[in-house]
């Protein structure tokens, strides 16, 4: 049973899409009772735009009985014209005080290590997962020390045909280069989409761990994703850093 929803016209609105969209793509997700009951931090595999993220935090909400939030990247959607969008999706700018204090108050925190790197992924990074030398996840759990919570989300690069970047773009933008896409216009193809968590990992106590927390969450999202069919490597072999 899925908690109230907070009194704001936007959030409600978001519900509404998310359930459509839960519907649309026959969504699902499995492992909710693995989430633990204080706080945590989820991190797993962003799909083609992102598009799947007001699914999966709406599977979540209706799992849990919890409203959880989303961290958001601080170069596309970090300012003010997008606060009307991340108040629309519960989400903040990617920014450790932002990140900590959410923790602190006792929320579950969604976070994508691969950012734009997997939200305008080219056609040849199809299910593939695009940490690289992504830390800040890892640095965050320890510091705040909650439990990483690894998902997989399958399907989720399924939703558009990915035509691939655009040269001048990409020269212009670098990562963040959108793709060329098709879909059923604006929306993607109703792929179905399955969602699973994975056992909470405890964050170490020091801080130089933080590069073996990195790729332990990395193994066990890896691991998720093949044990449902989605054979998906690393975008280049996971690098341990101090």
Same mark, same amino acid.
């Given at each position: 049973?899925?908690?109230?929803?907070?009194?704001?016209?936007?959030?409600?609105?978001?519900?509404?899409?998310?359930?459509?969209?839960?519907?649309?793509?026959?969504?699902?997700?499995?492992?909710?009772?693995?989430?633990?009951?204080?706080?945590?931090?989820?991190? +797993?595999?962003?799909?083609?735009?992102?598009?799947?993220?007001?699914?999966?935090?709406?599977?979540?909400?209706?799992?849990?009985?919890?409203?959880?939030?989303?961290?958001?990247?601080?170069?596309?959607?970090?300012?003010?014209? =997008? $606060?009307?969008?991340?108040?629309?999706?519960?989400?903040?700018?990617?920014?450790?005080?932002?990140?900590?204090?959410?923790?602190?108050?006792?929320?579950?925190?969604?976070?994508?290590?691969?950012?734009?790197?997997?939200?305008?992924?080219?056609?040849?990074?199809?299910?593939?997962?695009?940490?690289?030398?992504?830390?800040?996840?890892?640095?965050?759990?320890?510091?705040?020390?909650?439990? @990483?919570?690894?998902?997989?989300?399958?399907?989720?690069?399924?939703?558009?045909?990915?035509? +691939?970047?655009?040269? =001048?773009?990409?020269?212009?933008?670098?990562?963040?280069?959108?793709?060329?896409?098709?879909? @059923?216009?604006?929306?993607?193809?109703?792929?179905?989409?399955?969602?699973?968590?994975? $056992?909470?990992?405890?964050?170490?106590?020091?801080?130089?761990?933080?590069?073996?927390?990195?790729?332990? =969450?990395?193994?066990?999202?890896?691991?998720?994703?093949?044990?449902?069919?989605?054979?998906? @490597?690393?975008?280049?072999?996971?690098?341990?850093?101090?």
């Amino acid at each position: 049973m899925a908690a109230p929803a907070p009194p704001d016209p936007l959030f409600r609105t978001a519900e509404v899409a998310a359930r459509l969209l839960c519907r649309w793509h026959r969504a699902e997700l499995d492992g909710a009772a693995r989430v633990p009951d204080g706080p945590a931090l989820l991190v +797993g595999n962003h799909g083609l735009f992102g598009l799947e993220t007001p699914v999966f935090l709406w599977l979540l909400r209706r799992a849990t009985g919890r409203t959880p939030w989303a961290l958001a990247d601080r170069a596309l959607l970090g300012g003010p014209l =997008a $606060r009307p969008f991340r108040r629309w999706v519960r989400s903040v700018p990617r920014t450790f005080g932002n990140a900590r204090r959410l923790l602190a108050d006792g929320h579950l925190l969604v976070s994508y290590p691969g950012g734009a790197r997997e939200t305008f992924k080219g056609p040849h990074d199809r299910h593939r997962v695009r940490w690289e030398r992504s830390l800040s996840f890892a640095r965050l759990a320890i510091a705040a020390q909650v439990p @990483v919570v690894p998902f997989a989300g399958l399907g989720v690069d399924d939703g558009f045909v990915n035509l +691939g970047r655009v040269r =001048a773009a990409r020269a212009l933008l670098g990562r963040r280069a959108s793709p060329l896409a098709l879909g @059923v216009g604006p929306l993607p193809w109703p792929a179905r989409l399955h969602f699973v968590l994975g $056992r909470p990992i405890a964050p170490p106590a020091d801080p130089s761990g933080a590069a073996l927390l990195r790729a332990a =969450a990395e193994r066990a999202v890896l691991t998720l994703l093949a044990s449902h069919g989605t054979h998906a @490597v690393p975008a280049r072999p996971a690098a341990v850093v101090p």
